[in-house]
Nanobody, 130 residues
């Protein structure tokens, strides 16, 4: 069981990318959520955004990327997206999506730290050049 993250690539500063996380093979329950994370070179994993898998699709965006990144989902395609705009060189990282409990989608959990997630996809590399 695995999530499939895709859409990474190289882009100039100020550009945009949309990452996709295909969840069809993971059979996610309505009590779950999908989160996006990244790991920059030499740094710890960082939560970016998350969204619940129920009908409401509650979202949470971390302050570090709020205003530039958005999260959305397509139920029919069973895909969660991370739209990234105004990209900066410091956004260069490997980006991951993961599935965990929906409780992480809240101002108190702020999408968690990663340990709350039990299904992870392979990362996709985003490189932003200045």
């Amino acid at each position: 069981v695995q999530l499939q993250a895709s859409g990474g690539g190289s882009v100039n500063a100020g550009g945009s990318l949309r990452l996709s996380c295909e969840t069809a093979s993971a059979f996610l329950s309505k009590r779950s959520a999908v989160g996006w994370f990244r790991q920059r070179p030499g740094q710890e994993r960082e939560a970016l955004a998350c969204i619940t898998n129920d009908e409401e699709g509650t979202e949470f965006i971390r302050d570090s990327v709020k205003g530039r990144f958005t999260i959305s989902r397509d139920h029919d395609k069973k895909t969660v997206y991370l739209q990234m705009s105004e990209l900066k060189p410091e956004d260069t990282a490997v980006y991951y999506c993961a599935s965990g409990w929906s409780d992480v989608v809240s101002p108190s959990f702020k999408c968690g730290t990663g340990f709350e997630y039990d299904v992870w996809g392979r990362g996709t590399l985003v490189t932003v050049s200045s």
